[in-house]
């Protein structure tokens, strides 16, 4: 009991101490419980333990011009407006294999966003920590379509997305 009395006269006598510790707490487990919602983030490295292991179908959200000019090897580009509207067939992609879905945007903000709503169809997700910027930065490999293929790029990303998917 008499450490329930100091504890107690502790936080009375250094209550802007206890109240800051409080906070930080606080603002840890709001970001332990954002990440868990957003879907898991994953460094470059993890990113391509996980591609080599065969458990990752990855999904490039940018847009399509965007995504012509550089992106991962075997990702498939559904640009983020879409991706809600192809639910079903990400889906089916991912249970089949029983692989995560790997999100992939611009600097890892709007992929979380989507995650999101993704894991509201029980699909395993995780984000690119840092998107193709922190991929390019880690000076990691990136393919391009060819100049020629960018002529019928939408037809050839529709292709690609039905022959993944």
């Not at 008499?2 to 006598?13: H, K, T």
């Not at 906070?23 to 868990?36: G, T, V, W």
């Not at 995560?100 to 699909?123: C, E, F, W, Y």
């Amino acid at each position: 009991m008499a450490f329930i009395e100091q504890m107690g006269q502790f936080l009375l006598n250094h209550w802007m101490l206890s109240s800051a510790l409080l906070m930080i707490l606080i603002l840890l487990f709001i970001e332990d419980a954002y990440s868990k919602t957003a879907g898991g983030k994953l460094s470059p490295q993890g990113l391509t333990q996980l591609v080599n292991s065969g458990q990752a179908v990855l999904v490039d959200i940018r847009d399509t011009e965007s995504f012509t000019k550089g992106h991962l090897v075997g990702a498939i580009n559904i640009p983020q407006p879409a991706v809600m509207q192809n639910v079903d067939k990400l889906k089916k992609s991912a249970t089949a294999g029983n692989k995560s879905l790997v999100l992939i945007d611009h600097t890892g903000n709007q992929a979380p966003l989507v995650a999101t709503k993704l894991r509201k169809h029980n699909l395993r997700i995780h984000c690119l920590h840092g998107g193709i910027a922190s991929w390019r930065e880690a000076g990691l490999p990136l393919t391009s379509l060819r100049v020629a293929d960018k002529v019928k790029t939408k037809d050839k990303i529709k292709g690609k997305i039905k022959d993944k998917i």
